[in-house]
């Protein structure tokens, strides 16, 4: 099943510096591996925003939820879920 998933990053400014870097640091590595594994589809930033649409591949609901859960900055973010069904115009299966 696919989903579009938008995540708002929202790091306090009480997290400190290093931290804050170690945890992007952690995040990349983890979607770049999603990303290469077929799972996470598409990651866009959102224009001037700390936040980006993303397009998951996974077997359903369980699967989003705990790949979501394992974002390294998922205590920092605002996550909000939209599952994706074919259109019947749509020319490309996706
Ligand atoms: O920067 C973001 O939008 C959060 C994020 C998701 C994957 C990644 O590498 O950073």
């Known amino acids: 099943m696919l989903y579009l998933v938008h995540m708002q990053v929202n790091i306090p400014a009480t997290l400190a510096p290093e931290q804050a870097d170690r945890l992007k640091a952690e995040e990349k590595a983890y979607s770049q591996k999603l990303q290469a594994d077929g799972v996470w589809r ?53």
């Open 42 to 94: 598409h990651l866009w930033r959102v224009a001037g925003q700390y936040a980006n649409y993303s397009v998951f591949d996974v077997a359903g609901n369980d699967e989003l939820h705990q790949t979501l859960m394992g974002l390294p900055l998922y205590p920092y973010m605002a996550i909000t879920v939209t599952p994706l069904a074919q259109h019947p115009s749509a020319i490309a299966l996706n």
